[in-house]
């Protein structure tokens, strides 16, 4: 885009607009190059904005939460960022009277809500206290945790689609499948969850069981995107095994290129040591998927999204 199109881009934004700011800094991987516009929006209409602005430049966008689940290249993006966090985080209990269903902004931290609804004496949401990223990226994506995702309790989704026009969906519009909802090239502004009324304490108990879980057996804690691939379907003749147990069983946990490495703790995890470059990911990627399709017939699908 040229400095005059980024010009006009940021008078349409009352939130704040970067341009070429480097990505890293925005993704849990903490890798990634610059993006010609960053945008924070402030509002929806924020959102509307940008997206009306790309639609009428034929300029490439993408939405981003906390920076999970997606690898940016070391190139970075050519176009414009749309970060939603703080401004579209807003949480509101209640929602038409009913102190079950809960409102709550893209922007806000899916492990926050599961507290916050945890406390409130609500299951449906407790079991993603794991679950990096934001609500936003967590209902586009359908992510879930020990059973539960976001599919089970979104009553209503507020979007906006790649042209700018605002709408909203019902749940059961939406087309939910294993770590997908369907929804396209579309921003996710906001949802509406029904929960279910539940004892607080066992609630708190349970979280602290999935934390324990998460903390002894995942790098939850170090510079990754969570699960890399998607567990394959469970074959006809045999026993279900995830991603994770059929990398671990080539022995791959610990190999490495330059910065990325296989982790030690869970196979299906793929951590940046701490000068990891997206190529160096890329590279793990392809030699894992190789090394499952020889030994087991199995193609491993991403789980993670890697712009380029």
Not at 68 to 92: E, K, T, W
Request: charged content about 20%; aromatic content about 6%; some cysteine.
């Amino acid at each position: 885009m040229t400095t005059t199109a980024l010009r006009e881009l940021a008078s349409r934004i009352t939130g704040e607009v970067r341009f070429d700011e480097p990505l890293a800094g925005y993704t849990t991987y903490r890798i990634g190059g610059p993006a010609a516009a960053l945008v924070f929006p402030s509002t929806t209409d924020d959102v509307v904005n940008a997206l009306e602005f790309a639609a009428e430049t034929g300029s490439r966008w993408l939405a981003l939460g906390l920076g999970s689940n997606v690898l940016i290249a070391d190139r970075g993006f050519d176009g414009i960022v749309i970060r939603l966090g703080r401004g579209l985080d807003a949480v509101q209990r209640g929602a038409g009277g009913d102190e079950t269903r809960w409102t709550v902004g893209a922007g806000a931290p899916t492990p926050l809500l599961a507290r916050q609804t945890a406390a409130a004496g609500l299951a449906g949401l407790h079991r993603l206290v794991g679950v990096p990223g934001t609500v936003g990226g967590g209902v586009f994506m359908n992510a879930g945790a020990h059973g539960q995702d976001f599919s089970q309790v979104t009553q209503a989704v507020e979007l906006v689609d790649g042209d700018g026009t605002v709408r909203s969906l019902a749940g059961s519009e939406i087309r939910w499948a294993y770590r997908s909802s369907g929804l396209g090239e579309r921003v996710v502004v906001g949802a509406t969850v029904q929960l279910t009324p539940a004892d607080p304490k066992e609630l708190e108990k349970e979280i602290k069981q999935h934390f324990r879980w998460r903390k002894a057996g995942t790098p939850f804690n170090e510079r990754c995107c969570g699960s890399v691939f998607r567990n394959p379907p469970a074959p006809d003749d045999g026993e279900a095994r995830s991603a994770g147990q059929l990398i671990d069983a080539l022995g791959l946990k610990g190999h490495r290129v330059g910065g990325a490495q296989v982790s030690p703790k869970h196979a299906n995890y793929i951590v940046n040591t701490g000068h990891a470059t997206a190529s160096d990911v890329l590279a793990v990627i392809g030699q894992v998927q190789a090394k499952v399709s020889a030994e087991y017939g199995i193609e491993l699908e991403l789980e993670v999204k890697v712009i380029e």
